[in-house]
């Protein structure tokens, strides 16, 4: 099974409807991190997934269009509120599977459509 | 922000020839890493480099953390098919959150 599982792997949503992207890690994890790559662009982050606190985010992105929960520390949740056609993007949810030090895991990614 | 500029943002090789990308930065990093995205999936990590001057190797992938901690480069040996792919830098500052940046990407083709 995957170290990092994401799901869904894809969907196509309606505008003004929200999705709610699962990430599970294998192992206990201290730092989550989502992200957002718009096609052909690199890796934006969107926030920090703190365990038992709120999320941390990033310039230009905010917790009522990005709610994020973090209930434990193998499991966290992006939701994507209210989308137009620019939320069309992947997101990819990370962690420090063998600590920061050596680097973070990348789930496959949500490759999200929105019509 | 911290921004990375990560050079070329694509090439075009044949099999066999090496490769050489390198990231560059107004900003001091702790750590520099390199990762290798394939369509479809997320980034998997190739080579992370923790000290100014550090040289590192993984089979034909070399690597190095410049010794102002200001860039790094990647250098492809003897290129095959299956090096095609997205490859990112990456930077990460200590304290605080220990966030990433990315460079914008080098994407290679490697023609058989």
């Known amino acids: 099974s995957a170290v990092i599982s994401q799901k869904p792997s894809r969907d196509i949503c309606q505008r003004g409807t929200s999705l709610t992207i699962q990430c599970q890690v294998d192992s206990q994890v201290t730092m989550m991190f989502w992200y957002r790559q718009q096609p052909g662009q690199s890796l934006t982050l969107i926030a920090t997934a703190n365990q038992g606190s709120e999320a941390t985010y990033e310039s230009g992105f905010v917790i009522d269009k990005f709610p994020i929960s973090r209930p434990n520390l193998t499991f966290s949740t992006l939701t994507v509120s209210n989308m137009s056609p620019e939320d069309s993007s992947i997101y990819l949810c990370?962690?420090?599977?063998?600590?920061?030090?050596?680097?973070?895991?990348f789930g496959s990614g949500t490759r999200l459509t929105v019509v | 922000g911290q921004q990375l500029n990560q050079s070329p943002q694509s090439m075009f090789i044949q099999e066999g020839e090496d490769v050489s990308m390198n990231c560059t930065s107004s900003s001091i990093f702790n750590t520099w890493l390199w990762y290798k995205q394939d369509p479809g999936e997320g980034p998997v990590l190739l080579i992370a480099l923790y000290k100014a001057g550090e040289l590192t190797s993984n089979g034909r992938l070399t690597a190095q953390f410049g010794i102002t901690r200001k860039d790094s480069f990647l250098n492809i040996s003897a290129s095959i098919p299956s090096d095609v792919g997205i490859y990112f830098c990456a930077g990460m500052t200590q304290g605080g959150s220990e966030k990433l940046v990315f460079g914008k990407g080098t994407k290679l083709t490697v023609n058989p």
């Open positions: 990370s962690a420090d599977r063998q600590g920061a030090r050596n680097g973070y895991t």
